[in-house]
């Protein structure tokens, strides 16, 4: 059940009206209903799968508590995600595979190793552990969600919330304008020439990796505030997921504000325990008696970063596509940590020219393109793909051949021109800290509801014309 479909906008106008004509304390259990309706939608087989899951690790959180500091249950557990999740990448798994899996497994997973540090107490009750982990916003493409967070609020007695309703139906709207107008419309314009990478150089492959750029943000990002939009409405917060992206001026801050919760995720469980290891802890002594503060710091953080991206590649599938483009990142950010103390020392020789606005904007542009570079790994289907993209943007500049391009999709790159200017104000007051929703809901009525109704409008008009396009991330 897409997000984007009829469908799901009755669902979720049934579930909405049960949620809030029951009692309170009965609210959770119409919850899990509606999670359960929502999932087997996908498919009996992966209801099915996902009712194995939460058992399994249901199970194994109550046996981690019992047990105490004995660690072998809590590495059972692992194992047990771990391998699903490596069985399910495969070949065989991939036909069989249920939808959102490597999205809630790894919800799973860290809410085994949290009752594991003592950090959460293990749920007794199955139903309420099964509503956390089945919460149908966050199920197939996340974001990750804390137990401790998300838990206090789904077993909370919520009462109608006007002023938060409000802002999860605007948070819906303008999810539905990043996927259905953006996303899918530059979908049209750019599937050609990622099938193969031929027939196509020079700036009009630059385009395409830029517009690849915006789609797979607006894709995403649109998804997630679908997901936190309908979760409003039920009187439930999800953690953020994105913070303006393509605002950031390195890599490093581009995936702090990137796909937020993957990174928090693999910080918590991956990278601070590794540098807690044995050889990190004896790479800190060594470097220490040897009085290099540098190297203490560093070297383990480069060990943590280097595994902490190779696992992540991995969770995005067992393709060296995928692999490459977080190995690119990863190293990126790595030789960035290494040259750090050149970078200041050079920015120390002029400040008010290396601090200046103009330089953040130049210093975002890079971002910007470098991101967008990394992409062409993580789109195409192949690394042999990937490559013939990349050798043809450097055949020639090709001006004429850009212009032809755009001009044979002039009627998509017009229907997008106007959200994205959308797009970028509301980025651009969300990264100056602006509360775009409040500034809306102060204007006066008359023209705040002509806003809306030109939204839903703009979105109805504008849509892609083709059959639903699933959400870019739902297959991992």
Known sequence: MLFTTVTFAYFMAILFLIYYIVPAKFRWMVLLAGNGYFYYQTGYKSFLFMIGTIILSYTFGILIEKTGKKSYIMWLAVLFVVSILVVMRTSLGRTIAPVGLSFYSMITLGYCIDVHRGSVKAQRNIFKYALFVSFFPHVIQGPFSDYNELSSQLFAEHKFDYNLCVRGMYRICFGLMKKLIIADRITYIIDDVYETGDGYFGLTVLFVLCLYSIQLYCDFSG???????????????????????????????????????????????????????????????????????????????????????????????????????????????IFSELIKPVYDKVNGLAPKVFKSKFMDFLRIVRTFLLVTLTFLWFRPTSVSVSVNIFKNMFLGVGLKTCLEFMYWHSYDLFLISFPLIILFIVDAMKYRNIDVCQKLHKLNPVLRYGIYVAGLVLIYVCKGDRSAVAFAYSIF
């Open 223 to 333: 998804y997630v505030d679908i997901s936190a939009g309908c979760s409003n409405l039920l009187g439930i917060k999800l953690q953020e997921n994105f913070n303006v992206p393509y605002m950031a001026k390195s890599m490093a801050e581009f995936w702090r504000r990137w796909h937020m919760s993957l990174g928090l995720w693999f910080k918590n469980y991956v990278f601070f325990p590794v540098q807690r290891t044995k050889l990190c802890n004896s790479i800190r002594k060594y470097m220490k008696k040897k009085k290099n503060k540098y190297g203490m710091n560093v070297l383990p953080s480069v060990i943590g970063l280097v595994l902490v991206w190779t696992l992540i590649g991995l969770w995005h599938g067992f393709n060296w596509n995928y692999l490459l483009y977080d190995w690119t990142c990863g190293l990126i950010i």
